[in-house]
């Protein structure tokens, strides 16, 4: 159900595009200081650049976060800690596990479906669909640490890991309801299982009991998780949200910068580059020879050798005709 990734850093090289500013938020104590550091960079942008889109788009994930940080983790543990010990401990979990007993004992039997039918069975689930499971579930978390945890500074990607740790985020919200949703997939199965009892396909019976298993053993997990543990869950999402959403915020501004001096650079490039030829020909026009006055005798005359030079202090000697 929840992704088990390490702390996102905000900064990874010396080199990358976030400023010094953002290199200390992810030591910040508490997820109140951290989106307080937030606002604060919010107001400072406001300040300097109102109409950057890198600011607009700062101020609605802060909205976002502010939300989730004040409204929404209260409520979502507020409402898991109503059913924690009434529904789900004292009523869902006997009961599934009752339905399980049941499972267990009507395929354990050594002719119905089994020794060597049960076993046969778990090979094909282990080999066929446990190991490919695995795998696949490998690739996406070595993909998601690559994402989070990657060595760059491109808009995209910060992108990509801010719409990831959103989703983690929202994902976890529903922590009640996947409780819930896991309840109920047992209760649908033991409903599909338990008519395959009169028709005795005992085959089915046991295959229908693994997956049982598997699930219950999952709810039981879940179940020792109390509402203090699942507020700490919460926050520290919300935390790597928060951390995301400002390397997006420095990874956007410095590509909008960056396209913005692109912008002046090549639009002064075409300006002059269109009209240095009009105003070339133009001023080679107003160029006049200079004229030489040798009855001035204040005036400076370069020889060949003494034009390779310039003296320190001009002498009359230059002027002496031979």
Known sequence: MRIEATTITVIYEDDSCEVEHARHLDKEPTIARLLDQLQKRFLQEQKESPDSEATKE????????????????????????????????????????ENYKKLHNWTNDNDNPGAEIRKAINELREQSYEEVEDNLNNQWKSAWKELENGHYCRREEALALKKRAGENFEINKKFKDIVTNRFKQLDDLYKKAEPLLDKE??????????????????????????????????????????????????????????????????????????????????????????????????????????????????SWITNEVV
């Open 58 to 97: 700062l101020k609605k994930d802060i909205d976002i976060l502010e939300k989730g940080y004040r409204e929404e983790i209260p409520k979502v543990v507020d409402d898991y800690q109503k059913e924690y010990f009434s529904t789900f401990l004292r009523v869902q979990l006997p009961k599934a596990e």
């Open 201 to 314: 396909n005992y085959k089915a019976l046991y295959a229908y009991s693994l997956e049982y298993a598997d699930i219950l053993h999952e709810v039981k997990q879940l179940n020792t998780k109390e509402p203090e543990w699942l507020k700490s869950e919460l926050t520290e999402d919300l935390r790597k949200y928060c951390l995301a959403v400002c390397k997006y915020f420095y990874c956007y501004k410095n590509s909008l910068e960056i396209a913005e001096r692109e912008k002046k650079a090549r639009d002064s490039y075409e300006k002059f580059k269109d009209s240095r030829r009009e105003h070339f020909i133009r001023e080679a026009q107003d160029i006049e020879p200079q004229e030489e006055n040798y009855e001035d005798s204040s005036s400076f005359v370069k020889t060949a050798e003494q034009s390779e030079r310039i003296p320190a202090k001009a």
